[in-house]
């Protein structure tokens, strides 16, 4: 029987949504992806910000039309995890 991962990327210019399934083999597949994008305002040359309520309507999207792409072979209450990054700095 298969496991269903849900994994939201919340980057700089979008969110990102897969449902991963992981087989009884421990094989993973990407069985949907949804990106949406969300604004980028620029208050000064070089600077960039993003408003938080964009940030979360684009997850929010982002899940909710992963979860619709799955519906016939992934039951949200059937997810085994969620894993969520977000913005960071690199070094």
């Not at 210019?13 to 991963?20: C, D, F, M, N, Y």
């Not at 087989?23 to 992806?33: E, V």
């Not at 949200?76 to 995890?81: D, F, G, H, Q, V």
Request: hydrophobic share 40%; with cysteine; aromatic share 6%.
């Amino acid at each position: 029987m298969s496991q269903y991962i849900l994994s939201i990327d919340e980057g700089t210019t979008g969110v990102t949504a897969l449902i991963v399934e992981i087989s009884s083999q421990g094989t993973p597949n990407i069985i949907a992806k949804h990106t949406t994008d969300f604004r980028q305002i620029f208050p000064d040359s070089g600077w960039v910000e993003h408003d938080l309520n964009d940030i979360w309507h684009a997850a929010r999207t982002s899940v909710l039309k992963v979860l619709e792409l799955t519906a016939a072979s992934c039951n949200p209450r059937s997810l085994a995890a969620i894993g969520l990054t977000n913005q960071r700095v690199k070094n």
